[in-house]
């Protein structure tokens, strides 16, 4: 079951992944719509894949969609009827137990959203709850091209090298100029993030509660981090109670110093796991390409945040390298990593160290305090050993 709660702008005459323009809903964005997402694989006829009309619709199935979607927006009014439909089919066995709350992060179209979604479910056995806003913007479109045209003109003049020199310049200035757009929308949209999880808390959690083997966290990753951030810091917006068994910062595109003054104020869970690789090549792009500070998904510095019940370093484990998105790896890419995230998701209590006994799961290691590390690759461990004239364990 997938879910999706947006403050896009719906569009009611579609059915499909346009649902939702890339448009804020409300002046703020303020205005949310609960809706159904559902999907079949997408099947192409070979015969029509070039041919005209399909053309466009072809190309977002390459870019994008391994599926074809029906949304159905729930009628405004009926969105308690609706979640006391899904508790009763929980209840009569028809419906699984195990929810995810899940914000995307940036430069995600709908579809790309709900793919995410999809490969969730289908990775780690959990319905999704997705909330979705207009975090993405086309970087090749006639739109960005015919802005580019002057400079390309003025700078370029009439080589082809000049050109491609210019277009590629052009290209990072426009991805730049949609990344900050993006950093703004997501704190603006704290405001529909506080009204999704106070309805999710109204109307679902507190009546799911009392169904056998029910639970549900949340993940925040990259840029979606921000959109939390921006909510806790918020004074004005109350939020809901402890409705998640666990909260997941997955890769935050936030500040890494200063993040223990919001952190320590987020007290919307049970625990709370911040999940970092000091590889992530879209981190390193946002530090270096974008002049952002250390990012939190990345590397800590400065005061930790003391409810934070981990710290995990996903960086030592094997297939890390620039990996950005660690929850859609299945088992043959790494087990240890895909069972973390299967564990986090499905509400178990992890790296509690006030625990008895305490018990550090398989491939882990302790640094200090409440910052964990994966275990290296055996052949990379006792690679380094060796090398400094020391027997392997």
């Known amino acids: 079951m997938i879910v999706l709660i947006s403050n896009k702008l719906p569009d009611l005459d579609q059915d499909d992944d346009r649902l939702f323009a890339e448009e804020m809903n409300g002046q703020i964005g303020e205005r949310i719509t609960l809706a159904t997402a559902q999907y079949t694989p997408r099947q192409e006829k070979a015969a029509n894949r070039w041919a005209g009309a399909r053309m466009k619709e072809f190309a977002r199935s ?7 979607w029906r949304l159905t927006p729930v009628v405004d009014g009926e969105e308690e009827a609706f979640f006391d439909g899904l508790i009763k089919r929980m209840k009569e ?3 699984g137990a195990r929810w995810l709350f899940m914000i995307h992060g940036a430069g995600q179209p709908t579809v790309g959203a709900l793919e995410q979604a999809a490969r ?5 056995g959990v319905n999704v709850i997705l909330f979705l806003w207009p975090s993405w913007s086309r970087v090749l479109s006639l739109t960005v091209l015919a802005k580019m045209a002057p400079m390309l003109i003025r700078r370029a003049g009439l080589t082809w090298p000049k050109a491609a020199l210019a277009l590629g310049y052009g290209l990072y200035e426009e991805k730049m100029k949609q990344y900050q757009q993006a950093r703004e929308k997501a704190k603006t949209c704290r405001t529909a993030l506080d009204a999704a999880l106070r309805m999710v808390e109204k109307d679902f959690t507190v009546k799911a509660a009392m169904v056998e083997g029910f639970s549900i966290s949340m993940m925040a ?14 004074p004005a917006l109350t939020g809901p109670g402890r409705i998640f068994d666990n909260v997941i910062l997955n890769a935050a595109d936030v500040d890494s110093e200063g993040h223990a003054q919001w952190a320590s104020a987020l007290n919307i869970g049970q625990r709370l796991y ?3 690789n000091r590889y992530d090549a879209a981190l390193q792009a946002s ?3 974008a002049g952002n500070p250390r990012r939190l998904g990345a590397r800590l510095k400065g005061e930790l945040a003391e409810n934070v019940t981990a ?16 929850f859609m790896m299945d088992e043959k890419q790494n087990r240890e990593i895909k069972n973390l995230y299967t564990a986090l998701f499905t509400g178990v209590a992890m790296f509690e160290r006030a625990r008895e006994p305490f018990a550090l799961p398989g491939g882990f290691r302790l640094l200090e305090g ?12 006792a690679f380094k050993v060796n090398k400094e004239g020391q027997t392997p364990d």
């Open 370 to 381: 409440n910052h964990f590390a994966m275990n290296p690759p055996e052949k990379e461990k």
């Open 221 to 234: 990753h990259s840029l979606g981090a921000l959109v939390v951030e921006s909510m806790t810091r918020d």
């Open 62 to 68: 390459i870019l994008f969609s391994a599926h074809e």
């Open 287 to 289: 530090r270096t390409l």
């Open 311 to 326: 710290y995990i370093d996903l960086s030592p484990g094997k297939g890390s390298a620039a990996r950005h998105a660690f």
């Open 274 to 276: 911040v999940i970092q």
């Open 120 to 124: 969730l479910k289908a990775l780690h």
């Open 93 to 95: 066995g028809g419906l």
